[in-house]
């Protein structure tokens, strides 16, 4: 038997058995290692905001349409951000497999059987903390929102958010050549970015920030704008931020209704485009060079050659079991963590 968590209902979480299923040809057996918890997406499935638990989400026209809910409770082992080892090989896969370290996707679960070849494309670099695997998807996620971004040399790039993500994307951002400046509400946050190479960070109720970063560039305002908080209001700062005919990319997962969006300002009179970022796809111009295996092989691959600071993001580890406690300190006091990370040792 394996154990997995279920979000049984709207914030309730628990973590029950599973069957896990044989090695069939051509697969392996993945035991867990460790699962990262993102406290934006899946907050919104613990939450019950999500909108596939409302809607159905119609793949072949890419429409959220009424009727039957795509997703409904119990959710089982809902995540994306998990690291585990090779421990059982099936027929016809070479025995180099066995033993090694897998980043991936599968959700806060004890182990999963995957083919072959998938986890032969998302081995762990050499050399770099496996707990570190936990940030591949989440880094490409930062990654797509910074292509496209499309961030030159000399820019000066605000983000809005300072949470996993936006600590990722201000990385990134600085190593593009950008002057990066964070927003977000929890000192700690705007501390770690400054620790973390951001020239500036800046509190949105103790200043202006449309008004300051103006006041930095000469009243341009900012070359480029990421909003990685999924926040309304700071989505309309992001718009007010950003200089003449320049870009805000909308990466965060924004929730319910719009509220606070004044179109009719500087929107409108700036001529600001508003780019949504989603790791679903990648901008036109680059698809044919760029994926999501690359975006989160080269996030990982940064931070082995010591360019990406991650292990910095982690707050928290704690045993897989204690995960209720985790969504539920994430849900509450969302200021009191940055990167939650379940271990799943204890078992073994």
């Not at 920030?209 to 930095?216: C, M, T, W």
Request: charged share 20%; glycine share 8%.
């Amino acid at each position: 038997m394996g154990r997995l968590v279920r979000f049984s209902s709207p914030r309730a979480a628990e973590v029950v058995d599973f069957d896990e299923p044989s090695v069939e040809n051509g697969e392996v057996r993945l035991e867990t290692l460790f699962s990262g918890i993102s406290a934006g997406t899946e907050l919104t499935a613990y939450r019950g905001s999500n909108p596939y638990l409302s809607n159905e989400w119609d793949a072949a026209r890419r429409l959220f349409v009424p009727g039957e809910s795509t997703h409904a409770y119990p959710l089982d082992a809902w995540g994306y951000e998990e690291v585990g080892r090779v421990v059982e090989i099936g027929a016809g896969v070479d025995p180099d497999l066995e033993g090694a370290l897998v980043w991936g996707t599968w959700g806060h679960r004890s182990s999963i059987v995957r083919p072959a070849q998938w986890v032969r494309e998302r081995i762990m670099p050499e050399g770099l903390d496996p707990i570190l695997g936990i940030f591949a998807k989440i880094g490409a996620i930062a990654l797509n929102a910074v292509l496209d971004a499309d961030i030159h040399v000399g820019e000066t790039a605000v983000v809005f958010g300072a949470g996993v993500p936006g600590q990722i994307v201000a990385q990134l951002a600085r190593l593009n050549g950008a002057r990066v400046i964070c927003v977000d509400l929890v000192r700690e946050r705007r501390q770690l970015a400054e620790t973390l190479g951001a020239s500036l960070a800046l509190d949105p109720t103790a200043v202006d920030v449309a008004e300051r970063v103006r006041a930095l560039t000469d009243n341009r305002g900012a070359d480029v704008v990421i909003e990685m908080s999924g926040s309304y209001h700071a989505l309309n700062e992001a718009i007010r931020t950003a200089a003449y005919s320049s870009r805000v990319v909308a990466a965060g997962f924004f929730q319910g209704p719009a509220t606070a969006i004044r179109l009719g300002e500087e929107f409108h009179h700036n001529r600001v485009s508003v780019v949504g970022s989603q790791i679903s796809g990648v901008a036109p111009a680059l698809q044919h060079r760029w994926n999501e295996l690359r975006m989160s092989t080269t996030a990982l691959e940064l931070a082995r050659d010591g360019k990406l600071d991650l292990q910095s993001l982690i707050t928290h580890t704690m045993p897989a079991e204690n995960a209720p406690s985790a969504f539920e300190m994430l849900d509450t006091s969302p200021q009191a963590a940055l990167q939650v990370v379940l271990d799943y040792r204890s078992r073994a």
